[in-house]
């Protein structure tokens, strides 16, 4: 059986340690907190050493990415590696590696819909338009614990929508291509006690689209993650909380399976199948736009390139 190591055992590191499990992996965890696993290492090094994992995923905060990879070219692990979304807190040089794999875990490019929708776009002369949203209330993401001292509140632990919801950067940039100008308005808008933004709209061109919009939010009290495209001939909604994909009103539904995304991103790793996987740099370029994003609400202007 091949070993993983996952670092942090929050919500996210708990569902990649389950799914890696029921994928067939023994799986060992780094966690500061006496959680419950039967293979807990309260570090990295120790873990490293003692565990000899073929296969990291790094899903601690945000704000820890960095010092966790440093860790593990330290140790001269050699093998594959996932970082959770996003790559880092801020823009920074990644460190040179002997990783045989680096993939950023932003697994919405696996989600089938998504997928769907980059081929239907790759069969596309002309687009005109992409809009892009999600919401969901920050105080029911997770219900069993405290909003307030979750990292998503924190600025200084990589927290707010800008990085927290920046798949749909990821998948947009992916789809659409790396933009050309960029504007934004940002920032903490609403009454959540949190110290993080809360509230961001991203307007962009790129040569593939003249105008994409991403819009995201800690507020929305029903979850909506849609996305509209418009075509010189079509015009195409998903809604990836529901299952629908519309081409021109004709809608086909899709029964989606809750772990089916992640699975599809940990096999990709294993397999070396790097097609869909977000890579280092492009990885880096999520960043690139969070950081153009906040430079352009803070001085109320355009980036261009």
């Known amino acids: 059986l ?33 959680v419950e696993h039967p293979r807990r290492y309260d570090f990295l ?35 594959r590696v996932l970082v959770e979304k996003p790559l880092f807190d801020v823009v920074r040089q990644l460190p040179s590696h002997r990783f045989s794999h680096l993939a950023i875990a932003y697994n919405m490019r696996f989600h089938p819909l998504i997928l769907k929708l980059r081929d239907f776009l790759g069969r596309q002369e002309h687009l005109i338009a992409a809009h892009i949203y999600v919401g969901q209330y920050l105080p029911e993401w997770r219900p069993s614990s405290d909003y307030r001292s979750s990292y998503s509140a924190s600025r200084n632990q990589g927290g707010g929508v800008l990085r927290d919801l920046s798949h749909e950067i990821d998948y947009a940039l992916w ?33 593939q689209c003249p105008a994409v919009t991403v819009n995201l939010n800690y507020l929305d009290r029903s979850v909506r993650r849609e996305i509209l495209v418009i075509t010189d001939g079509h015009s195409v909604r998903v809604d990836l909380i529901k299952g629908h994909f519309e081409i021109d009103g004709k809608q086909e539904s899709f029964l989606l399976e809750r772990d089916q ?21 492009e990885g880096m370029e999520v960043m690139a736009t969070i950081a153009a994003a906040e430079g352009a609400a803070r001085e109320r202007t355009w980036v261009s390139r």
């Open 261 to 281: 995304a992640y699975q599809a991103e940990h096999n990709a790793m294993i397999s070396g199948d790097l097609s869909i996987l977000c890579s280092p740099e």
């Open 2 to 34: 091949m070993k993983a190591l996952v670092v942090g055992y929050g919500s996210i590191g708990q569902r990649h340690a389950r799914v890696l499990e029921e994928l067939g992996f023994e799986v060992a965890v780094v966690s500061r907190r006496p």
């Open 45 to 79: 090094d120790t873990a490293l050493s003692g565990w000899r994992p073929e296969y990291v995923v790094i899903a601690s905060r945000t704000s820890e990415h960095f010092d966790d990879l440093g860790a593990l070219v330290a140790a001269g692990f050699a093998g």
């Open 175 to 207: 789809l659409f291509g790396g933009w050309q100008q960029i504007t934004a308005l940002g920032g903490h808008f609403s009454a959540l006690e949190i110290d993080s933004d809360d509230v961001y709209s991203l307007l962009w061109s790129t040569a």
